[in-house]
T-cell receptor, first 115, second 117 residues
Framework: ETGVTQSPTHLIKTRGQQVTLRCSSQSGHNTVSWYQQALGQGPQFIFQ???????GRGNFPPRFSGLQFPNYSSELNVNALELDDSALYLC??????????????FGEGSRLTVL | AQKITQTQPGMFVQEKEAVTLDCTYD???????LFWYKQPSSGEMIFLIY??????QNATEGRYSLNFQKARKSANLVISASQLGDSAMYFC??????????????FGTGTRLQVTL
């Protein structure tokens, strides 16, 4: 177990709705990142939060947004859901100051289905 | 241009045999790191091994070793003495350059490994 927990594990939404996914980072980690993994694909980087601020973003539209809280837990919000948003959403935590070898610890993901 | 290429969608290996999973990468950054992750059906990405671009020796972690050939831009994962529990998806990933986005990894499309009796 990595100590990173995500909720909910599964959820179903309809097109146009909004969704919030939650992540609890491993204790002592100051960085959280979110990834989207479509079926049969590798994960794609959405964004990273470091000390409660977004400081890196992948090729995702603004309707994907996030928050990181003082206790380093995090939320991913997706507005105006589209069918292509159906995917496994993975949260990863790390301690950034350990430089490029800092290992990412992933949760088990939240599987979102958009109908 | 695809930055991480895994050309083997699926591989079979017999229990106790060794298997090599291929990974090639593309970057112009002299500083980068290469990772291998295992993803069982539960969905969690499990870190296996890391190789830094300036590391002189190939990384090893237990039954996992990374065959790093910098000039060929390849970072193949070797699993020795395969076990049934090794059956999973395996992803190669790369982190480039500065630590500004230290947790931004670029993943390949993965290789599904099946270990048979």
């Amino acid at each position: 177990e990595t100590g990173v927990t995500q909720s909910p594990t599964h959820l179903i939404k309809t097109r146009g709705q909004q969704v919030t996914l939650r992540c609890s980072s491993q204790s002592g980690h100051n960085t959280v990142s979110w990834y989207q993994q479509a079926l049969g694909q590798g994960p794609q980087f959405i964004f990273q939060y470091y000390r409660e601020e977004e400081n890196g973003r992948g090729n995702f539209p603004p309707r994907f947004s996030g928050l990181q809280f003082p206790n380093y837990s995090s939320e991913l919000n997706v507005n105006a859901l589209e069918l292509d948003d159906s995917a496994l959403y993975l949260c990863a935590s790390s301690f950034q100051d350990r430089g490029p070898t800092g290992e990412l610890f992933f949760g088990e993901g939240s599987r979102l289905t958009v109908l | 241009a695809q930055k991480i290429t895994q050309t083997q969608p699926g591989m079979f290996v017999q229990e106790k045999e060794a298997v090599t999973l291929d990974c090639t990468y593309d970057t112009s950054d002299p500083s980068y790191g290469l990772f291998w992750y295992k993803q069982p059906s539960s969905g969690e990405m499990i870190f296996l091994i890391y190789q830094g671009s300036y590391d002189q020796q190939n990384a090893t972690e237990g039954r996992y070793s990374l065959n790093f050939q910098k000039a060929r831009k390849s970072a193949n994962l070797v699993i020795s003495a395969s076990q049934l529990g090794d059956s999973a998806m395996y992803f190669c990933a790369m982190r480039e350059g500065s630590t500004g986005t230290a947790s931004k990894l670029t993943f390949g499309t993965g290789t599904r490994l099946q270990v048979t009796l």
